[in-house]
């Protein structure tokens, strides 16, 4: 009954057509489950990166067949797992899983409750799949982006696409396969929304919005870059590089401001902790040249182009005013949180203080770390800061231990793209996403570039197979 009383999880269909659906889930997920331990983890895990392209929307409102499908690999996942050894990152994102399981009694959703605990699922599953193809060899990882190259090639094409032909956008979002691979009622957003969609600045591909859009294709640009520099033949060594390049280009194309901002900030970052942890000075004498170059070039832009500075102005005075609300609300629900769903009922109450004099729109918290105490409370964000800055801090620690090799190398190469793929979802995850993860097109990916962060290989020579043991003890 409360599957029927939950109309964001399968809107208003009869008790018939619920137990039909979800007699139909269920068949399903048994299928992957069965596949989950009779497909080579590369293959499940180029799948994930498949589904996480097309979604592929059904009766479940916004939980689509793909992220389902992806959760439902766990317990193949979960089988591999003692081949792959334990993580303390893995145990810290079940444990989230745990805790938004039983944030499901002061929740005003279901159905968004369980959209966090799918979430949390999948990624489970992918990073074990990633861990396990790589314990064996990175060849195994990059058998995977080989899979899931042509539905990412798609998505940064559409997205270059779209971009230059608006009409032809929302040719796409208004038609019946929009809601299929985007998701439901996208047509009615598309044909009344200002915002992401009739924005002629702005292109997701087959993704709704241009900022979901520009971290999926900043993470994949990362770890194609990544699958590049494990030098696995002529030809996909071009392909990858190609790709991460497309990519790259089409999350600047999608018209969102963050991409413009990290794609020159985190490489330099980046580089600077390469040069810092070999010779400290001269790291500072250029963070200090970086720091000047960097006031020069928001002076120059802020003179050529006020309206973006402008318009750079407006979000982050937007973004504060929802981040107020959410403070403000602390002092009532400090351990709890408000609950998965009861985001939208504050926001309507504080509308007015927030935003006086204008129309109400239901805007999330557009702060990864707000939305988590928001729908679960204290530990959830306390748990989502473990799992954000750990695979960052890896990484960090792994250029440290790298300094002897030399700075510009295959393996410093590597340890950057993983730092900057890492850290961008951090990066954008403090304006506009609402999980650690980025979202379910995210996700696999997100899955599979911490799992290099955190793996013995990584910034080293790649023959040969490394101890699982080894392998666990990585951080």
């Not at 893995?90 to 959703?109: M, P």
Request: charged residues 10%; aromatic residues 10%.
């Amino acid at each position: 009954m409360i599957v029927v009383a939950e109309p964001s999880f399968l809107d208003s269909r009869t008790p018939i057509e619920i137990l039909l659906v979800l007699a139909a889930a269920a068949v399903g997920a048994a299928v992957i489950v069965f596949l989950s331990f009779r497909l080579p983890a590369r293959v499940l895990l180029g799948g994930a990166f498949v589904l996480g392209v097309l979604q592929l929307f059904g009766p479940f409102g916004f939980t689509s067949l793909g992220l389902v499908a992806t959760a439902a690999l766990l317990p193949g996942a979960l089988w591999r797992f003692r081949r792959t050894g334990g993580h303390g990152w893995l145990w810290i994102l079940l444990a989230l899983a745990v805790w938004q399981t039983i944030s499901v009694l002061w929740a005003d959703k279901v159905g968004s409750a369980a959209y966090g605990v799918l979430l949390s699922v999948a990624l489970a599953a992918t990073f074990l799949l990633a861990r396990e193809t790589i314990r064996v060899s990175p060849d195994g990882l990059v058998s995977a982006l080989r899979i899931g190259a042509p539905a990412v090639l798609l998505q940064s094409w559409l997205v270059t696409l779209f971009r230059f032909f608006p009409d032809l956008e929302r040719a796409y979002l208004t038609s019946p396969i929009a809601r299929l691979f985007t998701e439901p009622g996208v047509e009615f957003i598309a044909l009344g929304s200002t915002e992401n969609v009739n924005d002629v600045v702005k292109a997701g591909g087959t993704f709704l919005n241009a900022n979901t859009a520009s971290l999926f294709l900043a993470v994949v640009a990362c770890l194609y870059l990544w699958g590049a520099l494990q030098r696995p033949g002529r030809l996909t060594v071009w392909l990858f590089a190609a790709i991460g390049a497309i990519a790259l280009d089409a999350s600047l194309g999608t018209g969102s401001k963050t991409p413009i901002v990290a794609i020159a900030a985190l490489p330099v970052l980046g580089v600077l902790l390469l040069v810092a942890v070999r010779r400290p000075l001269l790291a500072v004498l250029v963070a200090v040249a970086g720091a000047v170059v960097g006031a020069a070039g928001i002076a120059a832009v802020a003179a050529a182009r006020p309206g973006l500075l402008f318009e750079t102005i407006r979000t982050l005075n937007e973004r504060g005013r929802l981040w107020g609300v959410v403070l403000r609300e602390v002092p009532e629900h400090w351990f709890t949180g408000l609950g998965f769903g009861n985001w939208r009922l504050t926001i309507v109450e504080q509308w007015r203080i927030a935003f006086p004099g204008r129309g109400l729109q239901l805007f999330p918290p557009h702060n990864l770390f707000a939305q988590a105490w928001a729908d679960a409370g204290l530990i959830a964000l306390l748990l989502t800061l473990a799992l954000s800055f750990w695979p960052v801090i890896a990484t960090v620690r792994r250029i440290a231990a790298n300094r002897g090799e030399k700075l510009l190398s295959r393996s410093s190469a590597e340890l950057l793209v993983v730092f900057v793929g890492v850290t961008w979802v951090i990066a954008h995850g403090m304006l506009d996403t609402t999980t650690f993860l980025g979202d379910n097109h995210v996700l696999p990916f997100f899955g599979a570039i911490v799992a290099v962060a955190f793996s013995a290989r990584l910034g080293r020579r790649q023959d040969g197979p490394v101890p699982s043991p080894t392998v666990s003890q990585a951080a």
